[in-house]
């Protein structure tokens, strides 16, 4: 009896020595490392069998995204065309020349208190004769911040006939008792005043033309 008790306990040994050699050989070594197995249950007859390996170790991680290419560069806009230009404007029918405004400070008031003498270039260059009345007529006058207009008729009231390709120069003076103002002209004494004028032409368009000129001196008599 003790004999097989020796036998017994020397088996044991034996298999248990040989299963935990088992279970170190069996062991992983990862990057999160696997558990070790669990020991086999012994057996006074058998021995034990051996204990499971260690988990197997997790694969890394992929890498980061690749990084996403530039955008493309925008393209310059176009530059705008030069506009074109514009026509040359014809030759004027009346182009004033000269102007003489003079304010009669003996009077009060009246029509006649603004004496006016200007004269006028009259230039055809049509292929027909044309006549041109003078259909309004207004001196703007002015003194430091005043300002005052005043409108009269003038004499003669029309150019006469130019001819084709024809000029003339035409005086005119202020038409008795034509003028009106909106203030007092002797208010205007060395101030200055600029004359504008209108024409209606008898050509077969009825074209309206004006001219201005100025300023002038505006001069005074007490």
Known sequence: MRGWLRIGLSVFFTVSFLGAAACSDDEVDDGSGGGSGSGG??????GGSGGSGGGVSGSGGTGGGSAGSAGASGSAGASGSAGAAGADA??????????????????????DQVNTKFGVKYDNPGSAPVNGTLSSAQIDMTQAATNMSWTFKPSPGASGPIAAGGTQTVQHINSAGSGAGTGDPC????????????????????????????????????
Do not use: E, K, R
């Open 41 to 46: 249950a012994a057996d006074a007859s058998t």
């Open 90 to 111: 014809g030759p004027s029918f009346a182009q004033i020349q000269d102007l003489t405004i003079t304010v009669d400070c003996t009077i009060d008031g009246g029509p």
């Open 187 to 222: 208010q205007f004494c060395g101030g200055t005043g600029t004359l504008v004028v209108q024409w209606t032409l008898d050509d077969d368009a009825g074209s309206v033309v004006s001219d201005s000129f100025g300023p002038a001196t505006v001069t005074c008599t007490n």
